[in-house]
């Protein structure tokens, strides 16, 4: 199908959908200029899908292609609801099955780690039921529900998931969240199934960032390591302290790359919105300590090279923060203050 976006250019820059084409119509048709589309070419073979910010400006674009003879639909929701679509991946390990669930639009990376008949999830971005019932699915119990930190990015729904599952919720020991947690300390082992998973401590992108490392084969790295990139440090801090950050950044990468080079990485995000290709995102430790070894040198370097590389500040993320750290949804449109893609990668 071909994606039509008809956003203003400044909504479009913030984030699109990869693979749409734009064009600038937004204020014409809402102002009811017959013209708004002309001069628009598109492919008369196949479908097209509009698309604004909330799927309501795109509905009239839609009506006016139907006109013209294309067989032309509106996306309902618009980047709203992209925002929220998601989609899975698989990977069979000896003990246990990941499955990558991810928000495609944000790129954010949760998985149900399923053992026998008992799961973990982590890092969980989309509403509880998606979870419980990918989980119930594949017969899967949730037993323990993980968060890698407290994210800046989207609003964890790791509490509200633990609590509808009526699993334990494990966050690292921090004092920054003000409800009710079971902490992990670095080394701590949790069973589930035939499994096990260990938290490694690895601050930096923020204090209390971990890692969880299952039976030897995978790593859950969440903002710390990303297959092509490592997490910023400097959401939420001073320059003075996003460069203690970035330091502290740089021994926790040397630690996690010790571990064995055929271990898997499962990043807690994607740099590109992740296609519904059912492959996963993942790669071997020694492929993504091979592409990140010049940054990793001496801590010198490390520094110099991720604090000339800071990307843009994410919208919204002090209230994002604010509220994982309160442990609630806001009232009313959670996507509005999600939108846009992720900023959280150094790459
Ligand atoms: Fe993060």
């Not at 000896?94 to 944000?106: E, F, P």
């Not at 990468?253 to 919105?273: C, I, K, N, Q």
């Given at each position: ?204 992108h ?20 990303f297959?092509?990139g490592v997490g910023r440090p400097d ?11 970035a330091?502290?950044l ?45 940054w ?9 090279t991720i604090l000339d590389r800071i990307p ?32 959280c990668a150094v790459s």
């Open positions: 199908m071909t994606v039509l976006d008809i956003r203003a250019p400044e909504e479009r820059a913030q984030w699109f959908i990869p693979g749409s084409i734009h064009v600038n119509a937004y204020n014409a048709l809402k102002s009811g200029d017959a013209q708004a589309l002309k001069g628009v070419d598109l492919p008369t073979d196949q479908p097209v899908v509009t698309i604004c910010n909330a799927g309501n400006v795109s509905q009239v674009a839609a009506e006016r292609l139907h006109k013209r003879g294309l067989n032309a639909f509106s996306l309902r929701g618009g980047m709203k609801a992209w925002s929220l679509a998601w989609n899975t991946a698989e990977t069979k390990l000896q003990k246990a099955n990941v499955l990558q669930v991810r928000r495609t639009g944000k790129g954010c990376l949760s998985y149900i780690v399923g053992s026998a008949s008992e799961a973990v999830v982590i890092d969980a971005s989309l509403k509880p039921d998606v979870y419980l019932r990918l989980a119930a699915d594949r017969g899967w119990t949730i037993r323990y529900v993980l968060d890698t930190h407290v994210h800046a990015d989207h609003l964890s729904r790791s509490r509200a998931l633990a609590d509808a599952a009526g699993a334990t919720l494990l966050l690292p020991n921090q004092k920054r969240v003000a409800f009710p947690f079971t902490p992990v300390a670095d080394g701590e082992t949790v069973p589930f199934g035939r499994s096990r998973i260990t938290a490694l401590s690895s601050p930096g923020t204090m209390e960032s971990t890692s969880y490392y299952l039976d030897g084969q995978a790593l859950f790295t969440g903002d710390t390591l297959i092509s959401l939420d801090a001073s320059p003075d302290e996003a460069r203690e950050r330091r502290v740089y021994h926790s990468l040397r630690r996690l790359l010790e571990l064995p080079a055929d271990t898997l990485v499962f990043p807690g995000h994607a740099s590109e919105p992740p296609a519904f290709d059912r492959k996963p995102i993942a790669e071997r430790l020694g492929q993504v300590s091979a592409r990140i070894a010049a990793l040198r001496s801590e010198g370097d490390f520094l110099a843009p500040t994410p919208p919204n993320y002090l209230r994002i923060v604010e509220l994982n750290e309160a442990g609630t949804m806001p009232e009313g449109d959670a996507s509005e203050l999600e939108a846009g893609a992720n900023h």
